[in-house]
């Protein structure tokens, strides 16, 4: 089967920027940047939406592991499991989180790893924005199975408005490459993350505007306690 446009994206993105960066800043930049300072700022952020010692986290696009790093000092999770798409990403997170309770495994579907147990949260940090919208929702669907009842979710996106610069970048090097580049950017707005939940029969849903958090816009919802839905 041929591979999905994020796993070229992603592993080539990687490439380009080991061949010109030292490791430690190419694992960085292949995340955005910022590791130590988003890595910390990510931690806090679950850590005061819900996430306490003795949970099983999901994180959903783990990159090379800011988020689980700094996790694993502030919180005993009894398990995380960290998916990516990409093998050098996965390589330098086990190599900076070497607890035995974390685990970084890669990847490559539109759904999750059928081994896996369920979960009380799953978070997904600067995942969706290079997704699909169809994407988008085939994972959710896989989140709401993977959830236990009255599992957590929470989600960042990009929205329009609060990063048009972005956007506009992203117009320029698409031009520019006659594709998106270094991978797709992909603009969300509330009321079509809203939709996608609404339909899944997830309950609380809660924004926060990327102003008053990480710099991204985050969807937090529960799963009812009520049967899983299908498509
Ligand atoms: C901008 S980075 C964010 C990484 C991490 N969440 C963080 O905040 O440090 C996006 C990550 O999503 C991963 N990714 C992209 N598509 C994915 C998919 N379908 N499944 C899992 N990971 C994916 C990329 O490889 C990359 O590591």
């Known amino acids: 089967m041929a591979q999905f446009h994020f796993v070229e994206d992603y592993r080539n993105h990687v490439q380009r920027l080991l061949e010109v960066h030292p490791r430690d800043e190419a694992m960085s930049l292949a995340v955005g940047g910022e590791w130590d300072r988003l890595g910390n700022m990510l931690s806090d952020f679950v850590l005061q939406h819900g996430v306490t010692d003795g949970m099983r986290l999901l994180d959903f696009g783990c990159g090379s592991g800011r988020l689980a790093f700094y996790l694993a000092q502030k919180c005993r999770l009894s398990a995380y499991v960290g998916l990516d798409v990409v093998d050098e990403l996965l390589d330098y997170a086990r190599e900076r989180v070497p607890s035995p309770n974390y685990l970084f495994e890669s990847n490559r579907a539109l759904s999750l790893p059928s081994n896996l147990a ?41 929205e329009l408005s609060s ?61 009812p306690t009520g049967a899983s839905v299908g498509l």
């Open 118 to 158: 369920s979960f009380d949260v799953i978070c997904s940090f600067s995942v969706f924005t290079h997704l699909l919208q169809t994407e988008i929702f085939l994972y959710l669907q896989a989140f709401e199975k993977a959830l236990v009842p009255g599992g957590r979710l929470i989600v960042s996106f990009i």
């Open 163 to 223: 990063h048009w610069q972005v956007f506009e970048l992203s117009c320029q090097a698409h031009a520019h490459h006659g594709q998106p580049y270094p991978h797709l950017n992909q603009f969300l707005e509330k009321h079509q993350i809203s939709t996608m939940l609404n339909h899944l029969r997830f309950e609380h849903l809660h924004f926060i505007e990327s102003d008053d958090g990480i710099g991204q816009t985050v969807v937090i919802a529960t799963k």
